[in-house]
């Protein structure tokens, strides 16, 4: 796949068969919606696109995301949610025999994924597991660490539901698993597995689940959302309702790059024009223009749509970079989306 943002003509709803839909600052943001939303989603698959949500969300089982989506206006059950949790148990089989010993760390969805794989769960270093299956939880603290810490220290695999380093929060962003994760492994110098984002692997088993075969990732961070659907070879959908933004698109690695930008879920509904080479390095999008000049992202904004301006600038900055000049970040704004 192109390292570049591509175009459709058609809406991506009817572009691709299914979305693999995040859910912390894409949906919903903590317990609240997200404007659109719903709306969104519902008229998506009111187009055929079949919806799986995929999470690096480890502390809650699918049917209570699934009763949370319902409550906000988007329809879910409990196979319509693909959890961290899950695909660490996933990540395990692969490795171990059913009953197995398991350290788990985390809350009782992780403990109930492991249990689901035939491996038998346990709370401590002494009954000498095989792994530790470790993910997020708000009652997660430093005895737990511990017990994982000396498991590992003894030759345990350490396999990390995901290492998201934050979590959004209503507040602002509190520490995720891969800060927690990273406490165990300062300890012990391990580095672990992970079986969430951005490994692939949730991705190929959402799309799997609903029959996918031209799934669209869509996703608010561009470390794991977007640069899973590029590990993945997948098209990723960035929606700037989350933890990246506009002017992180521009400066982003050829590896976190999305296919397609938007400002919220609307524009699973919306064609996305694609930007073109113009003369003198411009690159534009409609009426937006931008080129990157002795290091300096210059831009040209006549029309009335900020989206094709950070289209066009992504484009000026991604081939400047792959050029081996890339932009400097001074002189890269802060685009006024939503």
Request: net charge negative; hydrophobic share 45%; with cysteine.
């Amino acid at each position: 796949m192109t390292a570049g943002l591509l175009g459709s003509d058609r809406p991506l709803a009817e572009a691709y068969d299914c979305a693999l839909v995040d859910l912390d600052g894409v949906t919903y943001l903590a317990h609240e919606p997200i404007p659109w939303a719903s709306d969104s989603l519902v008229a998506a698959r009111g187009r055929g696109m079949r919806i799986q949500f995929v999470t690096n969300n480890a502390s809650r089982p699918p049917s209570v995301v699934a009763d949370q989506l319902t409550s906000l206006g988007i329809p879910a059950g409990p196979d319509d949610v693909m959890t961290a949790s899950q695909s660490a148990a996933s990540l395990l089989a692969t490795r171990l025999q059913p009953g197995a010993k398991v350290l788990v760390v985390g809350t009782d969805a992780l403990r109930d994924a492991v249990r689901e794989k035939g491996f038998v769960v346990v709370g401590s270093a002494d009954d000498e597991p095989a792994a530790v299956a470790q993910g997020f939880g708000p009652q997660v603290g430093w005895a737990q660490l511990a017990e994982a810490a000396y498991a590992v220290e003894r030759g345990a695999w350490h396999v990390a539901s995901n290492l998201d380093k934050s979590l959004p929060q209503a507040r602002g962003f509190a520490p995720g698993n891969g800060a927690l994760v990273m406490a165990v492994r300062a300890a012990t110098g391990v580095v672990p597995d992970s079986a969430g984002k951005p490994e692939p692997t949730m991705y190929r088993l959402a799309a799997a689940r609903v029959g996918g075969a031209n799934p669209l990732v869509v996703g608010d961070r561009l470390d794991t959302d977007l640069a899973g659907a590029r590990a993945g070879g997948f098209a990723g959908l960035h929606v700037l309702t989350g933890v990246s933004s506009a002017r992180d698109d521009v400066l982003a690695a050829a590896t976190f790059r999305p296919t397609f930008v938007g400002a919220d879920l609307r524009s699973l509904l919306e064609p996305h024009p694609a930007p073109q080479a113009a003369a003198d390095g411009w690159w534009s999008c409609r009426q937006a223009a931008a080129r990157v000049r002795d290091g300096a992202l210059e831009l040209d904004d006549r029309g009335d749509d900020v989206m094709d301006l950070v289209r066009a600038a992504c484009a000026a900055a991604w081939t400047a970079a792959d050029a081996g000049t890339p932009v400097d970040p001074a002189h890269v704004p802060d685009f006024p989306v939503g």
